[in-house]
Every structure is written in C-alpha cells, then in structure tokens.
C-alpha cells in the first residue's frame, strides 16, 4: 500500500512532470517563432518525454491501487529572452525537477516502501542524463554558438533527434 504522504507527493510530480513538458512545449514554440526548428523539433521530444515521465508516475499509481488526483498545471511563459535564456531555464527546471525526485526517494524510504524506491531508480538516473544533455547544448551556446552559423549549426545537429 502506497503511504498517503507518498500518495500525495506522487500526484504531485505528475503535475511536475506536466508542467516540465508544458514548459518544452513553449520553449518549442519560441523556437519556431525565430525559425530555429531543429531547436523547435528537440523541445517536442523533449515535451513529449516530459509526458511519458508524468504516464509512469500515473501507472504507477494505478498498479498500486492509488489515487491518481490530476492537479492544475502551470502557464508557462510565452516569450524569452534569448536561446540561451531558454536553456538556462531548462537547466534550473531539470535542476529543480532532480531535487523533487530526491526527496520523493527520501521519502519512500522513510515509508520503506520497495516498489517505489525501485521505481524510483530510473527517475534519479534519467535526472542525471537530463541535466547532463541540457547542460552540455548550454555550454556549446555559451562557447559562442548563441548567434550566426554556429548557431544554424547546432540547429541542424538538434534537429537530428528522433
Ligand atoms: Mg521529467
């Protein structure tokens, strides 16, 4: 049996994870309004990622006999700064998102509850690889790919995720 403590903080990283994918997804559609569409296409797989991620917690929930209570996601916002800006966003996102999965495995086992602490296993990892991918593009950007042909560069080379 899920904990109603552990319950409650499982419903709400759905919400975490939706409102990350929501977040993608206007970061997609700031890309496509400068024409930067490889750069567009990556914050789609990423949004859509960010879904799959809220979909495991959902079964989850379900497998266990919980309650899954949707709760409202956040507006991102619609405009940034810069392509850079975007990136710095993501990376603090991923940064708090990594912080949320830490204390929900803190907390499954204080509630020693196994199943999710293993299910929580893949989540700590994929935190690390999203820091990590995010935080690699950043320093790219920063080493002068902001502007210009380095920047059309990296668009074709985001453009080339599935
Ligand atoms: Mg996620």
Request: charge should be negative; aromatic fraction near 10%; glycine fraction near 4%.
């Amino acid at each position: 049996m899920v904990t109603k403590k552990l319950n409650q903080l499982l419903n709400e990283q759905i919400k975490h994870e939706l409102d990350s994918a929501y977040l993608y997804l206007s970061m997609a559609s700031y890309c496509e309004s400068i024409n930067l569409k490889g750069f567009a296409s990556w914050m789609k797989s990423q949004s859509k990622e960010e879904y799959e991620h809220a979909m495991k917690f959902y079964s989850f929930l379900h497998d266990r006999g919980a309650d899954v209570d949707l709760l409202p996601i956040d507006k991102p916002p619609v405009k940034f700064k810069s392509i850079n800006a975007v990136f710095e966003q993501a990376l603090s996102n991923e940064q708090k998102v990594t912080g949320l999965i830490h204390n929900l495995y803190k907390t499954a086992l204080e509630e020693e509850d196994y199943p999710a602490q293993v299910m929580l296993h893949w989540f700590i990892e994929e935190q690390v690889e999203e820091e990590n991918m995010v935080t690699e593009i950043l320093d790219q950007l920063k080493l002068g790919g902001d502007q210009g042909a380095a920047l059309l560069l990296m668009d074709r080379k985001l453009a080339e995720r599935e």
